[in-house]
């Protein structure tokens, strides 16, 4: 009686068999990739399709069996009727995939593709791969970084990537080659790896050195395909000293934007220089290599902000913020109306009103002896008017909120109380305020 091992064993051996060749459907191609390739190297491809079933290592002692990867063969067959061209190394990868290598020197022209699986089932596909013989033409290389702006400053960090392309994709690129000089001297010579693809990338980084009398930073980068033709390219770029930042005046300005400010320093670059405020661009109206004259740019939030200038990749920072101010705006008045004659006490009430800095006014009268109180508050009498006049506030730095402003009503007679009473028009004597209030 047979034992358990040994019929394991047969049962295997028996799927393994699959009963002759016709137990299980033929493998079915679909394309290899690359579809053409020049031939002065090995080119390794893969092989698409469906049904690729494995073959098995078989221990008939355990009763075990392991999947393989060989077991399959393939071939290159030309349409004029040449000799067959044998892949090596073909393996099996998957169910929908086999891997090889079309050898190196494959006579131009159209090929069919033949593939022998492990159970003797012959597939074909054809017109599969192309050879186009000798690659004659150069590997196109492009420098994609840095751009093309043309500035680098010393001490800058300047990202480069460098692409080179074989053969319009066909060929296989052996080695790419990249130099960064300056005054003769090599400042950077990385080593880019290349794996026999037809496009390869290389991508690093360098510091930009001080610039010299030539004030010149060539980059330059050279592909050899496998066909031994030459492709090169190169970029040159101006180099120049850091730039410096030391001074800003006027030192603050409105959350609203729009003035002017002058800032110092030394290797500002026309056409290459940036300026921002927190982050924000500033545009720059007037220019030499130690001055700019700026607009600022609105800010949302007042405080202070960070002021940098930006030359070829280099950020000098202002030692002492900029610093923005909040403009103030009227929100209501207590009261809202009054005799024409004017001088009774009024409060304005508002926005980011700050000592010494707003100032009030009804239409284009000022508030009389005016006096802050905090920044939502400032106390004063009203002026003499006529009418309705348009109560507003502005800030020497600030400026002025926009928007609509708010109305004050100017009656005749006298100014009634809450209490039904009269309220008394204040006497400045002799032009002053009375005791008590200040004066912005």
Known sequence: MPSARSAT???????AAGCGAGAEPAPVLMEIVPIAAYNEATVPVTIYGRSFRPSYAFDTSSGTAAVTTGGYSASLTSSDGGAPADL??????????????IPAGLAAGSYDLVVHDPSGHVSQLAGAFQSLGADLTAPFVTIASPGSAGVVAASASVPVVVSANDGAGYGQLQSLAVAVTSE?????????QVTGSATVSCAFTFEAPAPGPSQTLVIAATA???????????????LVPAPTLTA??????????????????????????????AGASAEIVQQTSTSLTVVVPPQTLPGPAVVMVAVGGVGATLPTPFKYVAPPGVRELDPSFGPAAGLFPVTVVGVNFALQTTHVFFGGSPLLCPQFVN????AGLAPPGAGTEAVTASDDVGGAMP???????????SLVAADGGIRPTVVIPDGGCPAGDGGL
């Open 9 to 15: 064993a047969a049962v295997l051996l028996g799927a």
């Open 88 to 101: 090596t190394a073909v393996r099996w990868e998957s169910g929908q995939l086999l891997g090889g290598q």
């Open 184 to 192: 003769g001297l090599t400042v950077a010579s990385p080593t880019c």
């Open 224 to 238: 050899v395909g496998a066909g031994g033709q030459v492709g090169s390219t190169q970029l040159s770029l101006v």
């Open 248 to 277: 800003v005046s006027p030192a603050a300005g409105s959350t609203l934007g729009g003035q002017t400010v002058a800032l110092q320093g030394t290797g500002f670059l026309s056409s290459a220089t940036e300026v921002t405020f």
């Open 375 to 378: 920044a939502n508050r400032i």
């Open 403 to 413: 928007g609509a402003p708010v109305p004050f009503d100017y009656q005749g007679g």
